[in-house]
T-cell receptor
């Protein structure tokens, strides 16, 4: 099956700093989604981004499907950004979202 | 409010005692699925359903059953739970297939002793 790798596995930021999270995948995909799991365990869909760039407030994401990677940018980080960020892909021809193992982000005041 | 609702949120049970975790969505989505989340392993798909009466295995289906008799409901059944099924479970739905935006329930933390 498809391999989904995220980096870095852990990240600690000072409040106000910017960061870039990366997701690499091993095969062609129909779509890619970014999720945030908050400290209470809730999974929130941040972006549905099979290709191109999207922005939502302080967050933006870029997927380059031909090169098999996606980036999630967090600017001016806040403590509420803490949690685990997952990317998930649907391999072409499958009906299954494959998740990476996540990036754990801690934003300290 | 558009949402996916799971119940219960927390459950402690004993080995072998059948249990059902319910999942309901109010968005008229065709596709629903179940995942389990374990430390270091991320989320792995258990079962999915493309529509009513259409279900199929995901990556880790052993020990689980599902049914899809109505479009809005997709219960997860553990006929004989074992301690290795202790996990955090998520139900998700999307409009049409895994290639559309997914919405997740709040999660069910299951402990089997």
């Amino acid at each position: 099956g498809i391999q989904v790798e995220q980096s870095p596995p852990d990240l600690i930021l000072q409040e106000g700093a910017n960061s870039t999270l990366r997701c690499n995948f091993s095969d062609s995909v129909n779509n890619l989604q970014w999720f945030h799991q908050n400290p209470w365990g809730q999974l929130i869909n941040l972006f549905y981004i099979p290709s191109g760039t999207k922005q939502n407030g302080r967050l933006s994401a870029t997927t380059v499907a031909t090169e098999r990677y996606s980036l999630l940018y967090i600017s001016s980080s806040q403590t509420t950004d803490s949690g685990v960020y997952f990317c998930a892909v649907e391999e072409t021809g499958a009906n299954n979202l494959f998740f990476g193992t996540g990036t754990r982000l801690t934003v300290i005041p | 409010e558009a949402q996916v609702t799971q119940n219960p949120r927390y459950l402690i049970t004993v080995t072998g005692k059948k249990l059902t975790v319910t999942c309901s969505q109010n968005m008229n989505h065709e596709y629903m699925s179940w995942y389990r989340q374990d430390p270091g392993l991320g989320l792995r798909q258990i079962y999915y359903s493309m529509n009513v009466e259409v279900t199929d295995k995901g990556d880790v289906p052993e020990g689980y059953k599902v049914s899809r008799k109505e479009k809005r409901n997709f219960p997860l059944i553990l006929e004989s739970p074992s301690p290795n099924q202790t996990s955090l479970y998520f139900c998700a739905s999307s409009f049409e297939g895994a290639d559309t935006e997914a919405f997740f329930g709040q999660g069910t933390r299951l402990t089997v002793v």
